[in-house]
């Protein structure tokens, strides 16, 4: 047996584990990371997880490409003993492993902190052993419900010192607040919890040019400039998430850096930042949660229920068209149906990332067709706080640009658009960097022209959602659903479009049941007994303990031995005098909201049957 070096360096803290009888019943997930080329393993892991519904077959949920070399497969299997044999499968026999393998079973606890009971396998490893300690504070920022039937994201602490703990949960709820209670997350939020796992790093901040400091997770920026933030010991980070169980199911490493900088994929990596740290976050995790490419221009991959590609094929979000007859000719005339694209072109679009300077400007050259009434300039910078310290020109005609208000040096995102038509021919968009103090820190990151028809030809209307032509890095066109009503295109934007809302609440209630539990007991009325029968409900619709400007119901449906209890119909409880309340009670749970308007997989529906045998005289009391 291979003892985990990495964790030979670290120990974890666990303060709440499931208990045995919490995980009886609940799926587990495998994690297996290997080389993409010789498909030898370098990495497993395997926990209990919360329940999930329409499960692929084998429990397969796929392969993700984490580097060139590197690939995650994850499977979720009812039977821990089919994980295991999978895990064989794809690794080899036990004997023969020389990677990490985290996992809870007992018989097969890999590691090897020298105990020797179950308990062992989660206890912290005597710092005299000579590990490095890593202790972990679990925080609760917003809890909706237990674990076993929510979805969690949980901050870790990256370059944060003992000293800077407040400061951590402080920029871990704030960020929390932003994405949850009164917007992005907010119709979803009964179905979240989220936590901060503090642990104190040795020094403080992020690392900069490609060295990570003394930090747990080891979070860097390549150079100084404010961009990509990476992290030096995924496994560390790994083990971390393993060690929180179903309450890591959306991992954020929290660098210590008040300016932007991110990173999407197996981890989300954030920085606190003001402007920015909410920004990034909400936009990873819709990438992550919601399982979708990029909407913005320039991206490498569109895909999820927000990208469609062939105009030729039914466009999966019609239901959420604003101009209906638009869907409905799509209906009767198939495939062949004339579905109008609002019509928008992409001249030019860079992502220089460079900083700027005063002996030569940054320029780029590119050609309209002529054919268009409006363009839009569209860039992002850093590094700027004043409007004095940049020109930004098309043509030699200066855009007016202003940086937003309080930026300071951080990144930005600017609009400016036109009504005008760009001339058929050459066109030059130029940055000069005015102010020479800058050098160093001033920054384009990023540059784009778009051209569209007039409003009748480019619906531009916020709320209005029909086809709207992305394109590609290497220009190729795709679909989403609106112009700029989605964070995954506008980062500024708070929101989701419709049509990714409806996405992120499939893909949460295929993790989270509406019921939470159902029990039954007896109440004395005087003399007589009643028996009451209880639903614990997601507090959705009716039941939300905040209400939000979206309309939602549940409808409940109770029956007993068949028969439906229209007296009760709606109620979350149920009371039956006790000598007529033997019998099988079953409640059907749908839940109602205008944000779901196809749920073909009936995620929104859920079901519980409770046997009421003997009466209340009978119970111990
Ligand atoms: C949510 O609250 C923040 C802070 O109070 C505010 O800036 C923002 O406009 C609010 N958003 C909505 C959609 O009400
Ligand atoms: C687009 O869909 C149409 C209709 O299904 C099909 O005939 C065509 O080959 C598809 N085009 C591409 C590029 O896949
Ligand atoms: C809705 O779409 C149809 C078909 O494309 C079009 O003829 C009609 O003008 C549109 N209606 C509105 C209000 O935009
Ligand atoms: C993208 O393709 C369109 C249509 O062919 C073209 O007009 C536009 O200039 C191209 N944009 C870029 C950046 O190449
Ligand atoms: C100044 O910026 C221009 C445009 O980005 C670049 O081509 C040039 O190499 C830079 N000069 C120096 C000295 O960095
Ligand atoms: C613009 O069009 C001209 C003439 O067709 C061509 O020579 C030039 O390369 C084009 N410029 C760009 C940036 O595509």
Redesign the pocket.
Known sequence: MWLLSLLAATSLVVLANASQDESKGRPHELLIYRDQHSAECTFASLKTVQGYRELATYGNLGNEALSDVEERLRFVQQHRDEAWLQLLQFCGPEDSWNFPVLTDIKRSVLLDYGGTTEQDAFAVPEPARGFFPLEFELEPLVKSGHSSNRVDLIFFADGYTRDERDKFIEDAYRLAMDIS???TFYTVKPLLNFWAAFTPSVESGVGTDGKPKDTPFGLYRDGTELRGVYYAKPEIARAACFYFEDKCDYPVLMGNDPLYGGLGGEFTVITPSLANGALVLRHELGHSIIDVGEEYDGGPDYFGVNAHHNISEPIPWAHWFTNASRARHQHEDGADADVRVERSVMPMQAYPWTMLNTSEPWSITFNSSGAYSRHLVRFSLSGLPEAEELKVEIDGEELGWTPRVDIGVDRWHYDIHRDAALSAGAHEVKFTLVNGDREGIAQLCSVEVLEFGNEAEFISAPGYHGVFPTFSDVNETTYRPTNEDCLMRIVTT?NFCKVCLEGLWMALLRRVDLIDDMRASCIRKGREWTRRIELDLVPLGQFREEPVDVKESYSIVWMKDGQMLEQFTDEKTVEIADGDAAGVYTAHVQYLTEEVRVDKAGLTKSQRQYRVAGSCEELPM
Request: hydrophobic letters at 0%.
């Open positions: 209670s009164n917007q708070p």
